[in-house]
């Protein structure tokens, strides 16, 4: 990770309030993939990981039973807050969350997993780490939205921060749910940088 846990946090902070009408329509569109794929059922428990302002959470509230919304950035998940109450959603909980240590008790039931355009901060190792601990849940499917190289991004013209972000090709997330033992089902391509993954488990937790 280029930058700490604590730098993130508080850079996302600082920008919490014009965070969402400052996303791309590539963000957009990654989110709106996300939560169709996501497709909770109605007793479902989704955890949402780098959850920022609700974009994923919020929505697929409406499907769940329960969503537990996790971000390092309270300035972030005090907005999300707000938009719950204000749509009057009391199944969606904003806490303290990282992606290798969610916060969870050891007890909670996880269903389904969503991320969208957060992963990326993390190096490679990070990440499989990471994805390790969401197939830890227990969940049957995770869904991820993230920058993510198909081929060599064009230097000029990059989706990302280099001085902040670090993602990965494809490739090496879709390794990393094999080898957790999902299949994954679907990749789209958003952008050349962009992409949705898709991921259903195939091999059970060990008793």
């Known amino acids: 990770m280029k930058k700490t846990v604590a730098e993130h ?80 959603l009391d199944d969606v909980e904003f806490a303290y969350g990282e992606f290798r240590d969610p916060g969870l008790d050891p007890d ?39 920058v993510a190289f198909f081929e060599d991004p064009d230097p000029d013209a990059p989706f990302y921060s280099p001085e902040v972000d670090d993602p990965a090709t494809v490739g090496t997330l879709v390794e990393a749910f094999t080898d957790e033992g999902f299949a994954v089902t679907a990749v789209e391509r958003v952008h050349d940088q962009v992409a949705v993954i898709v991921a259903e488990r195939i091999r059970e937790l060990p008793a």
């Open 108 to 146: 909670q039931r996880v269903d389904v997993v969503t991320s969208n355009f957060a992963l990326h901060h993390l190096a490679d190792d990070e990440k499989r780490e990471a994805i390790g601990v969401m197939a830890g849940t227990g969940a049957r499917r995770i869904v991820l939205g993230d």
């Open 9 to 88: 946090a508080e850079r996302f902070s600082e920008k919490a309030a014009a965070y969402d009408d400052s996303k791309s329509d590539e963000y957009h569109a990654c989110a709106s993939l996300v939560i169709e794929h996501a497709a909770p059922e109605a007793d479902d428990v989704v955890l949402d990981l780098g959850a920022g302002t609700g974009a994923i959470a919020l929505e697929v509230a409406e499907g769940a039973e329960r969503v537990l919304a996790r971000d390092i950035s309270e300035g972030m998940m005090e907005e999300g807050r707000k938009k719950a109450a204000d749509r009057g």
